[in-house]
Structure formats: structure tokens, C-alpha cells
């Protein structure tokens, strides 16, 4: 059974750094290219940041450019969002997601086969 596990999440102060863990089981991880996704209360969920399947491509919503950087690493299952100079409006549970490698839909969170349960990132000002 496929499963993302996400860590890391918490509170920090706002220009504080915060970093995020995803490890997956139950699937081929490098078969996936991965993706972060948040959602505020009363918000849709948003795209933040996605890595190809081999860590050679990455794209990042405007929102998070310069300051966020998702990584991943094949041998340990685990793709890890870095997020620096964070603002309140970073507040948001963050996701991480799969989606088999190749295709269109980067973006969209309907092109993602397999999601995690969130964890929760707080900024205070």
C-alpha cells in the first residue's frame, strides 16, 4: 500500500527557516516525480514545488521562489521541502505528493496519484 509520511512541520517566527520530510513506502519511488502542496484554512490547495523523478528538475510556485528548495533522495525514500525566510502567509498545511514521472499536470493536484496527510507549518509575525 502506497504512503507518504510527512515531518517537520511546526511553528516559527516569521524569516525563520523550517524544513520538511516526506518519506514513501509501498511504490517504487523513482518512478515518481514528487510534488508540495499547502493549503490554508478556508484556501484550495496550492501548488508550492515539485522535483522530477531523478532530482534533475525542479519548479517552484512564484510564492515560494528564493526562498523554498525541495530536494529528494532516492536511496532513503524521501523528498525534503527546505523553507527559508518564511512569511505568515507560508501558514498552511503542507503536502507532499506523487505522481508518476513524465506528463503533464505538474502543477495540479489532480495529476498526483498518492498524497500524504499533511503537516501543519505555522509563521507568526
Known amino acids: 500500500q502506497a504512503q507518504l509520511v510527512e515531518s517537520g512541520g511546526g511553528l516559527a517566527q516569521a524569516g525563520g527557516s523550517l524544513g520538511l520530510s516526506c518519506l514513501a513506502s509501498?511504490?517504487?519511488?523513482?518512478?515518481?516525480?514528487m510534488g508540495w502542496f499547502r493549503q490554508a484554512p478556508g484556501k484550495e490547495r496550492e501548488f508550492v514545488t515539485y522535483i522530477t523523478w531523478s532530482g534533475g528538475s525542479t519548479v517552484y510556485a512564484d510564492s515560494a521562489k528564493g526562498r523554498f528548495r525541495i530536494s529528494r533522495d532516492n536511496a532513503k525514500n524521501t523528498v525534503i521541502l527546505e523553507m527559508n525566510s518564511l512569511e505568515p502567509e507560508d501558514t498552511a498545511s503542507y503536502y507532499c505528493?506523487?505522481?508518476?514521472?513524465?506528463?503533464?499536470?505538474?502543477?495540479?493536484?489532480?495529476?498526483?496519484?498518492?498524497w500524504g496527510q499533511g503537516t501543519q507549518v505555522t509563521v507568526s509575525s
Open positions: 505528493a506523487a505522481k508518476l514521472r513524465g506528463g503533464a499536470g505538474i502543477s495540479a493536484s489532480g495529476a498526483y496519484r498518492h
Open positions: 509501498g511504490f517504487t519511488f523513482s518512478l515518481y516525480d
